[in-house]
C-alpha cells in the first residue's frame, strides 16, 4: 500500500487526536484515483469506532460504524513469544530486560501484527532488537525454530508449532496483548452459498487455539 499520509512530527496522544489529524496530512498525489473506505473498530479505554473515507484526493473521518458496512465481531487474538527449544529462554519466565537484548524476528512494517507487536513490547521495554524483518509468517517460525531469534505472532498463527513442541512459548509477566477481529461486509453485497458456508465456518466451527500456560 503506497505511503498515503505525510508523517506528523508530534504524535497525538490519543486515539481521538490521531484520527482527527488524518484529514489534513493526506498526501492528495499518492492518493489520487483512490476511492476506498476504511472502517477501524477499537477496543480498550482509548477506543472507539471510525471510518475514514478518501475519494478524488480528500479524506473524511468520522466516528461510527460506515452505513454500508456490517460489522460482525468474530474473535479474541493473542499475541504470544516464541522461541526455539533450545533457546536460553525456552521454559523460562522471561525478565522485560532479557527481552529487551534478545535478537527479534517480526513481521514487515504495515502488517497488522507489526503494528500490534511494535504497540505491545515498546510500551514495556526500553529498547527492541530487530534482526530479520520478513514478509511470511511461515518464514518466520522456521527462522525462530532455527534459533535465530525471538518472534510474536498470532496464537492461532502457531498453535500446530507449540502443540508439536518445534516451537515453545516464552513466558513473560507482561500485560496480554489481546486484539479482537472483526468481519467487515456490505450491507447490499448478496453473499454466494460457497461464501456464507464459509462465513458460518468462522463464526461456529473455528477451533480456539490452546490457552497460554501461566508465567511462574
Not at 50 to 56: A, G, K, S, V
Not at 69 to 97: K, S, Y
Request: hydrophobic letters at 40%.
Amino acid at each position: 500500500m503506497p505511503e498515503l499520509y505525510l508523517m506528523n512530527p508530534t504524535p497525538p496522544k490519543t486515539v481521538r487526536a490521531f484520527f482527527s489529524t488524518l484529514a489534513g496530512k493526506l498526501d492528495p498525489e499518492a492518493a489520487e484515483g483512490l476511492d476506498a473506505v476504511y472502517q477501524f473498530n477499537l477496543n480498550g479505554a482509548d477506543g472507539g469506532q471510525y471510518q475514514l473515507q478518501i475519494r478524488d484526493g480528500a479524506c473524511q473521518v468520522s466516528e461510527g460504524t460506515h452505513p454500508d458496512l456490517v460489522v460482525r465481531p468474530w474473535l479474541q487474538d493473542e499475541l504470544v513469544i516464541v522461541c526455539a527449544p533450545d533457546h536460553v529462554l525456552a521454559g523460562r519466565t522471561a525478565t522485560a530486560r532479557q527481552l529487551a537484548g534478545a535478537t527479534w524476528i517480526l513481521r514487515e512494517h504495515g502488517s497488522g501484527t507489526r503494528q500490534a507487536t511494535d504497540h505491545w513490547l515498546l510500551e514495556h521495554l526500553d529498547q527492541q532488537n530487530v534482526g530479520f524483518e520478513l514478509g511470511s509468517t511461515e518464514a518466520i517460525k522456521r527462522l525462530v525454530a532455527a534459533g535465530a531469534g525471538l518472534g510474536c505472532l498470532s496464537r492461532y498463527a502457531v498453535a500446530q508449532a507449540l502443540q508439536s513442541g518445534w516451537l515453545v512459548e516464552v513466558r513473560t509477566r507482561l500485560p496480554h496483548a489481546v486484539r479482537r477481529l472483526a468481519m467487515a461486509m456490505h450491507r447490499d453485497k448478496t453473499l454466494g452459498p460457497s461464501t456464507e458456508a464459509f462465513i458460518g465456518y468462522c463464526m461456529t466451527g473455528y477451533p480456539q487455539p490452546p490457552a497460554a500456560s501461566p508465567a511462574k
